[in-house]
């Protein structure tokens, strides 16, 4: 099956940095999404980015459909951007594989 | 309600026990997922329903989980004779359609069941 690895595992970040997150996947993919799950556990989408760019305020996200993988760009971190980030694919059967996560805390 | 209600929030039960979990998705999404997260752990697909058709079963541990969504709305997960390994965080999503092609299809996801096995 198709194998999902992020990067970096953890991060810590100063209120105001930027960071990227990374998604590798093993094989194409129909979709791919991006979800952050707050302290709290809920889980929100984010994008749903096969390929392509998109922008969603200090959010962003890009996928290299032809190169495997997906980035995830956070501008001027908040405390509340802190959780948990995963990127989940469809390899086509409809079973989202989701990856192991980011797991972000952001410092005030 | 507007989002994905799950019930109930938090269940402790022995080991051998049977649990039931309760999915209620938002109406009119025709897909519905279940997942379990490990305590620390990414997600791991369990089953997928999409409208009448049969469901994909194939994440399923053993065979001592089974799921069933009557109506084509409400679903139950069943874990029989549970076990240690089982205590997780449950996670219920429903999407409008099972080929999501763009953001409006996307998966909602309910705020999950922790269940704890003594």
């Known amino acids: 099956g198709i194998q999902v690895e992020q990067s970096p595992p953890d991060l810590i970040l100063q209120e105001g940095a930027n960071s990227t997150l990374r998604c590798n996947f093993s094989?194409?993919?129909?979709?791919l999404q991006w979800f952050h799950q707050n302290p709290w556990g809920q889980l929100i989408n984010l994008f749903y980015?096969?390929?392509g760019t998109k922008q969603n305020g200090r959010l962003s996200a890009t996928t290299v459909a032809t190169e495997r993988y997906s980035l995830l760009y956070i501008s001027s971190s908040q405390t509340t951007d802190s959780g948990v980030y995963f990127c989940?694919?469809?390899?086509?059967?409809?079973?989202?594989?989701f990856g192991t996560g980011t797991r972000l805390k952001v410092l005030a | 309600g507007a989002g994905v209600s799950q019930s109930p929030s938090n269940k402790v039960t022995e080991k051998g026990k049977d649990v039931e979990l309760r999915c209620d998705p938002i109406s009119g999404h025709t897909a519905l997922y279940w997942y379990r997260q490990s305590l620390g752990q990414g997600l791991e697909f369990l089953i997928y329903?999409?409208?009448?058709?049969?469901?994909?079963k194939s994440g399923l541990p053993s065979d001592r989980f089974s799921a069933e969504r009557t109506g084509g709305s409400v679903s139950t997960l069943t874990i029989q004779r549970t076990q240690q390994e089982d205590s997780a965080v449950y996670l219920c999503?429903?999407?409008?359609?099972?080929?999501?092609?763009?953001?409006?299809?996307?998966?909602?996801f309910g705020p999950g069941t922790r269940l704890t096995v003594l």
């Open positions: 094989d194409s993919v129909n979709n």
């Open positions: 989940a694919v469809d390899g086509g059967t409809y079973k989202y594989i």
């Open positions: 980015i096969p390929s």
């Open positions: 329903f999409q409208g009448n058709s049969a469901p994909d």
């Open positions: 999503a429903s999407s409008l359609v099972a080929t999501i092609q763009s953001s409006t299809d996307t998966q909602y």
